[in-house]
Every structure is written in structure tokens, then in C-alpha cells.
Antibody
């Protein structure tokens, strides 16, 4: 399985951060939850949320009012939108796959650094 | 939220050493505990899930134990490629996954 994030590396404050994760080697309709995790520079990991191919989602309550994760079955990919960004949203954003028989996140993208700055 | 606390935050060791990293959960998570290794500039990689099951391809010098609130990751016979940052993660509450703050393992 390979996951590949794509999206802008620079977003202005108050705008929307949008990232896409292309999945290869697996179907987005397989029984996995597809997740986003972020990591501010020099800091730890924070779970953002997840989506199932049905469109069901779960979000971190701390971000819930600003986050939307969706799936595009036709392109075998899923996406993250984070609105009203501030400098505190500057981070490397990873897309990941939650295992089925394997607990935990068993596949990760390489990460996409997004800087929020004017 | 289930808070995950790792100790120590950093440690120094030598090639060939045996090291132990501890992770404590703020409530019982049974064995829903995972360990990841992250090298600089790279994505985390799953090492251990279910507290003690090695993920495919992970060397047997890595081992995990624990249940309830207290867990350990042990690395025996440290190799140069093991120097990295390690994170624990609880998957007991899948509506809000949480990670420990990380333990940086450095070469002495």
C-alpha cells in the first residue's frame, strides 16, 4: 500500500488548508478507516480525524468545528479541509491507514509540510 | 480524552545496549496500545500493536508488554538504525486516538 499527500505548502491565515491523499495498492472501499495526523515542527503527533468509504467520519473534538474529511471513490483518494487556519496549524500533515486485522496505523504517506503565513 | 504519558522524554544509549521506554495511559486501555518509530524527516512506522504484537517486518529485538494503564517498549541489542523517536498511541477510544509526547533515543 502506498499513500501520497499532495497540496500547497503555504496557506495564508484565515484561509482553508486542503490536502489530498492518493491511495495505491489498496482500494479506498476496503474495510479500513483513512486518517489524517499532523505534527507541528519539532513536536509530537496529533490525530485529526478519519473517514470510511461510506462517508462516515470521526474528528478530533479540538478541531471538529474546522475540519472536513471526505473520500473520492472514483479517484481512490481522500481529502482534508481545515478552515480558518492560523500559525498554530503549521505542521507536517500525514495521511494514514488504520489497520483491520492490525491495530494502529499500518501505512503512512511521506507527509506534506504546510506553513501558515501571510 | 485518554492522556498518554511517555517516560523518559529522551535517553542516551550505546549500540548493543538494552533500553526500555514506558507509556502510561490515564485510564485502562486494556491492550489497545501501539508503538511507532519515527526517524527525522520521515513518517512514523508501526512497530508494535496490541501492546505486544510485532508488526510485519519488525526485528525481534523489539518487544512490547503491558496492559491496563502501564506499558513498556524494550529494544535489545540496540542497532545504529534504532536511534529515533518513539511514540505510543492508544487505540482503545477510536473516536479520539491519542499519542504520547514521544521519547527521543540518542546515541551516547
Amino acid at each position: 500500500v502506498q499513500l501520497q499527500e499532495s497540496g500547497p505548502g503555504l496557506v495564508k491565515p484565515s484561509q482553508t488548508l486542503s490536502l489530498t491523499c492518493a491511495v495505491s495498492g489498496d482500494s479506498i472501499t476496503s474495510p479500513h478507516w483513512w486518517n489524517w495526523v499532523r505534527q507541528p515542527p519539532g513536536k509530537g503527533l496529533e490525530w485529526i480525524g478519519e473517514v470510511f468509504h461510506s462517508g462516515n467520519t470521526n474528528y478530533n473534538p479540538s478541531l471538529k468545528s474546522r475540519v472536513a474529511i471526505s473520500v473520492d471513490k472514483s479517484k481512490n483518494q481522500f481529502s482534508l479541509n481545515l478552515t480558518s487556519v492560523t500559525a498554530a496549524d503549521t505542521a507536517t500533515y500525514f495521511c494514514t491507514r488504520a489497520g483491520v486485522s492490525v491495530a494502529g496505523f499500518d501505512s503512512w504517506g511521506q507527509g506534506n509540510l504546510v506553513t501558515v503565513s501571510s | 480524552d485518554i492522556q498518554m504519558t511517555q517516560s523518559p522524554s529522551s535517553l542516551s544509549a550505546s549500540v548493543g545496549d538494552r533500553v526500555t521506554i514506558t507509556c502510561r495511559a490515564s485510564q485502562s486501555i486494556r491492550t489497545y496500545l501501539n508503538w511507532y518509530q519515527q526517524k527525522p524527516g520521515k513518517a512514523p512506522e508501526l512497530l508494535i500493536y496490541g501492546a505486544s504484537t510485532l508488526h510485519s517486518g519488525v526485528p525481534s529485538r523489539f518487544s512490547g508488554s503491558g496492559s491496563g494503564t502501564d506499558f513498556t517498549l524494550t529494544i535489545s541489542n540496540l542497532q545504529r538504525e534504532d536511534f529515533a523517536t518513539y511514540y505510543c498511541q492508544q487505540s482503545y477510544n477510536t473516536l479520539l486516538y491519542t499519542f504520547g509526547q514521544g521519547t527521543k533515543l540518542e546515541i551516547k
